[in-house]
Structures are given as structure tokens and as C-alpha cells.
């Protein structure tokens, strides 16, 4: 039988509070001045002696630069926003922790813990683990059930297996006939938290990486 191990599993609760950007504000005031003054002076100049022409170009000109250095500062803006309290901030507590994931996770001679979900109708199991390169290094059969197990790093032989990455697939039989065969999630330990542009990465040992939208559980580190 598989037998199951306690863990507790959650998301993080982040509260995120709206502050105003005092150098936006400041840049947006600047603009909206520049351009009243502009405009009461061009209605207020002389008909026959209008305002030259180079002059004006200039103005137009300082005012097309102020406009895209409001719009510069208002993106650059979002972007810390973005940067540091959308992503970074909100992963931050999740260190420590251990996530869930499909695919390859490291192993160092500590148990790996496995989420192990057959078929309905299996009548059993067996666990297959795969190296990093895909390689079928050990066999097992687990009974039946489902629930967490602990995969204790053994091969064929009963042998350690060396450090590294590895993948897990779990096989659904009835009467003997593989009815199933499907990934196995497995735990592994965040040990950092990077950005890019397609979301949060969360840095998992052995320096691995895996995008947060693609952790399935989330628990306290054992």
C-alpha cells in the first residue's frame, strides 16, 4: 500500500496596497502647466506681430519632449511595479517552502516526496524512475493507492542512485495489462525567486527553475 505522509499544502495570502508616485505626479503637473502656458500664449499674442516661427517650433518641441518624458516615467513606473511587487514580492515567502511540480527534480540522499494519483480502476501500481536523460534506472511495484510516498533513491539492485535530476511516471495495471500511464508530480524545495518577461520563476534545488504558474501545490519545508 501507499502510505501517506503528512504535509500541508496552501498558498501564500499577499496584501498589496496602492501608493501614489510622487515623481509622476510631479512629471504629469509640469506637462499640464507647460502646455496652459503654451496655449494662453498663443492666444494672447499680438495679430500683427505674431509669435516667430522658429520660436514656436521650439516650444513645440520642448513640449513633444516633456510629453514623452511623462510617458517614459509612467511606464518605467509600471515596471517596478510589476517587477518588484507583482512577481519578486509576491513569491518572496514561498522560500523555503516546497512546491509541486511535473518533472525532473533533485535528488542529493534525502527522500523525495511523490504525489501518486493512478487510474480509478487500477488494481496496481508501478513506479518508474527516469535519470535526466530519460533513462529508465529502477522499477518498482507500490501496491495500491494514492496519496504522498516518499521515493527513497533506489535502483533495480536496491543500490543509492547518484545525485541529480530525476523524473518520475506512475503505470496503472488491471489483470496484469498496463491500463494508464501518467507523470508523477513530485516536491522539491524553492531556494530563490527570479522575474522574466513570461512571469515568476521560482529556483528550485539544484538550481533548477520552474514558472510558478506551473506549481500545482505549495507546503511547508520538511
Do not use: C, K
Request: aromatic share 6%; hydrophobic share 35%; proline share 4%.
Amino acid at each position: 500500500m501507499v502510505n501517506g505522509v503528512s504535509g500541508t499544502t496552501g498558498t501564500p495570502t499577499t496584501t498589496h496596497t496602492n501608493t501614489t508616485d510622487t515623481g509622476s505626479t510631479s512629471s504629469n503637473s509640469d506637462y499640464l502647466t507647460f502646455l496652459r502656458m503654451l496655449t494662453t500664449q498663443v492666444q494672447n499674442q499680438d495679430p500683427l506681430d505674431p509669435m516667430d516661427s522658429s520660436d514656436f517650433a521650439a516650444q513645440l518641441a520642448t513640449f513633444s519632449g516633456v510629453e514623452q518624458q511623462v510617458q517614459t516615467n509612467t511606464l518605467l513606473t509600471q515596471l517596478l511595479q510589476s517587477v518588484g511587487g507583482g512577481q519578486l514580492g509576491q513569491y518572496a515567502d514561498w522560500i523555503g517552502r516546497e512546491v509541486r511540480i511535473s518533472g525532473p527534480v533533485w535528488f542529493d540522499g534525502e527522500p523525495v516526496t511523490l504525489e501518486i494519483s493512478p487510474d480509478a480502476s487500477a488494481d496496481a501500481l508501478t513506479l518508474v524512475t527516469l535519470d535526466s536523460s530519460g533513462r529508465e534506472v529502477a522499477r518498482e511495484s507500490i501496491g495500491t493507492g494514492e496519496g504522498e510516498v516518499d521515493w527513497q533513491g533506489r535502483d533495480a539492485d536496491g543500490e543509492p542512485l547518484p545525485e541529480g535530476f530525476y523524473q518520475f511516471r506512475l503505470e496503472s495495471l488491471r489483470d496484469g495489462e498496463v491500463i494508464a500511464t501518467t507523470d508523477v508530480q513530485a516536491y522539491s524545495e524553492v531556494t530563490g525567486v527570479e522575474s522574466s518577461a513570461e512571469g515568476a520563476v521560482l529556483v528550485l534545488r539544484g538550481n533548477s527553475g520552474v514558472f510558478a504558474a506551473d506549481v500545482t501545490g505549495v507546503r511547508e519545508g520538511t
